[in-house]
């Protein structure tokens, strides 16, 4: 009778297991990778993008630097996609106000590059929001050997 039961147990476990799973598990695996950003001590926008990281799910550590040239050298940084703060997450490098689903995309999909930028300080993109103002802008990834190329336009 026992072993049976067991093994009726095991089989429906092993079923269900996967589909049960599965969707919530990919994303929340992503989110729960540690994010630690650099930004100037007076910097009231990288806060909002702070915000926003934390919102989607991610545990975000903040360091205050005067001077992040060189955290942005270091890092991989070009000096053409930089923006205010500059992160790193699961080994990539993220500058300025990246949107989350970005940072997903980019921590579940591991394309070989250095991250994801969008320079300068667009209005409209997170932690940049001022009202209903919005400026398009793109979503670039960058890499040490390849010229950037644009991950999502927005
Ligand atoms: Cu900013």
């Not at 429906?12 to 994010?35: I, Q, R």
């Not at 050298?73 to 699961?90: D, I």
């Amino acid at each position: 009778m026992r072993k049976p039961f067991l093994s009726g147990l095991l089989v429906a476990t092993l079923l269900t297991f996967p589909a049960f799973l599965a969707p919530a598990t990919a994303e929340e695996n992503v989110t729960s990778t540690p994010v630690t950003v650099y930004k100037s001590p007076w910097c009231g926008c990288c806060g909002g993008w702070i915000d926003h990281m934390r919102a989607a799910g991610f545990t975000v550590e903040v360091n205050d630097l005067e001077n992040l040239d060189p955290v942005k050298r270091a890092m991989g940084v070009p000096e053409q996609l930089e923006s205010c703060h500059t992160a790193s997450v699961g080994g990539y490098t993220t500058e300025g106000h990246v949107p989350a689903s970005e940072v997903i995309r980019l921590l579940t999909e591991k394309p070989a590059a250095r991250g994801l930028s969008v320079p300068g300080m667009v209005v409209g993109s997170p932690g940049m929001e001022q009202g209903n103002a919005y400026e398009p802008y793109a979503v670039v990834l960058f890499s040490d050997a390849r010229r950037p190329i644009v991950y999502r336009q927005y």
